[in-house]
T-cell receptor
Framework: ETGVTQTPRHLVMGMTNKKSLKCEQHLGHNAMYWYKQSAKKPLELMFVYNFKEQTENNSVPSRFSPECPNSSHLFLHLHTLQPEDSALYLC?????????FGPGTRLTVT | GIQVEQSPPDLILQEGANSTLRCNFSDSVNNLQWFHQNPWGQLINLFYIPSGTKQNGRLSATTVATERYSLLYISSSQTTDSGVYFCAVGLGNDMRFGAGTRLTVKP
């Protein structure tokens, strides 16, 4: 499955670092999403972008900052994270509601 | 918000057995999808099925929207079917995931 790619696949960062996650979709979809998957918890929807406009922000802390420069690229900028932010971060894209996921970035905050 | 319950939480099968996974949801939805997450974390879309019945090989799914549930059937299970199966429901792009059913198929 190469329709949605994510980089990096693994990231270890300290609580004072700033890093960014990148997602790219090659499917021509008009919506993109960030999800968080923590151990033993359901996937949590973080952000939704439709045609580059943010349409959902599910009470995500400001230390997570999304950016969608065009309909094919989505970034998640991270700063001053906490250890409880360690999780698998999944990007998805969709057309007419059907979602396709990238492989995820496994983030560890030390 | 919409509540999503999946059952059973864990399921262990012998290769070749059949199984039924259930997803109950609390409100009307216009989007329902089933996903399989493999051991490496990749989520694969199995079905987009807000209503009706669909089949794809050994897998089939049925959603009864008026009664707010969906079923995923796996027939003649194989070891490669192991992983976590998620149901996701919602309105448009706002999707809520269930906690998943962890399936283990033993050879």
């Amino acid at each position: 499955e190469t329709g949605v790619t994510q980089t990096p696949r693994h990231l270890v960062m300290g609580m004072t670092n700033k890093k960014s996650l990148k997602c790219e979709q090659h499917l021509g979809h008009n919506a993109m999403y960030w999800y968080k998957q923590s151990a033993k918890k359901p996937l949590e929807l973080m952000f939704v972008y439709n045609f580059k406009e943010q349409t959902e922000n599910n009470s995500v802390p400001s230390r997570f900052s999304p950016e969608c420069p065009n309909s094919s690229h989505l970034f998640l900028h991270l700063h001053t994270l906490q250890p409880e932010d360690s999780a698998l971060y999944l990007c998805a894209s969709s057309q007419r509601g059907v979602q396709y996921f990238g492989p995820g970035t496994r983030l560890t905050v030390t | 918000g919409i509540q999503v319950e999946q059952s059973p939480p864990d399921l262990i099968l012998q290769e070749g057995a059949n199984s039924t996974l259930r997803c109950n949801f609390s409100d009307s939805v216009n989007n329902l999808q089933w996903f399989h997450q493999n051991p490496w974390g990749q989520l694969i879309n199995l079905f987009y099925i807000p209503s009706g019945t669909k089949q794809n090989g050994r897998l089939s799914a049925t959603t009864v929207a008026t009664e707010r549930y969906s079923l995923l059937y796996i027939s003649s299970s194989q070891t490669t079917d192991s992983g976590v199966y998620f149901c996701a429901v919602g309105l448009g792009n706002d999707m809520r995931f269930g906690a998943g059913t962890r399936l283990t198929v033993k050879p």
